[in-house]
């Protein structure tokens, strides 16, 4: 079976936003053209989350690390918890946030949730189809 990937910008519809998330704006981040396309989608309430379904085998979640920024967490299905930081001393942008791999093609859902009331942001996300 043929492999492919697909990246899906942080505005995609296919992205599910809770409620407290906004577009990151050139007027409040001086470093917005470090992201993907100059776009990001940023919270800092803690519980807000990003769901992700789609049908494939793996997935890669990307955002920044960044000294402002707090916690954060990823689970792909019903799977084991990845509890990360997502601050970094120099900035690193367009950053792997989160992978997360099923060795069953099929449907999958991706969920990143904020830990702190900090900053956590989404850059884009890669998902790939196949083995």
Do not use: C
């Amino acid at each position: 079976m043929p492999t492919f990937s697909m990246t899906l910008e942080d505005t995609s519809p296919m992205l599910q936003y809770s409620a407290n998330w906004r577009p990151a704006d050139t007027e409040t981040d001086n470093f917005l053209d470090q992201y993907s396309l100059l776009s990001g989608t940023v919270t800092q309430q803690q519980g807000e989350t990003m769901k992700l379904t789609y049908y494939g085998t793996s997935v890669a979640v990307f955002g920044a690390k960044r000294s402002n920024h707090g916690t954060y967490q990823g689970q792909l299905d019903s799977g084991p918890v990845s509890g990360q930081s997502g601050t970094s001393g120099p900035n690193q942008f367009q950053s792997v946030l989160f992978t997360g791999n099923s060795t069953q093609l099929g449907i999958h859902t991706v969920t990143m949730t904020n830990m702190q009331n900090q900053f956590f942001d989404i850059d884009f996300v890669s998902r790939s189809k196949g083995r």
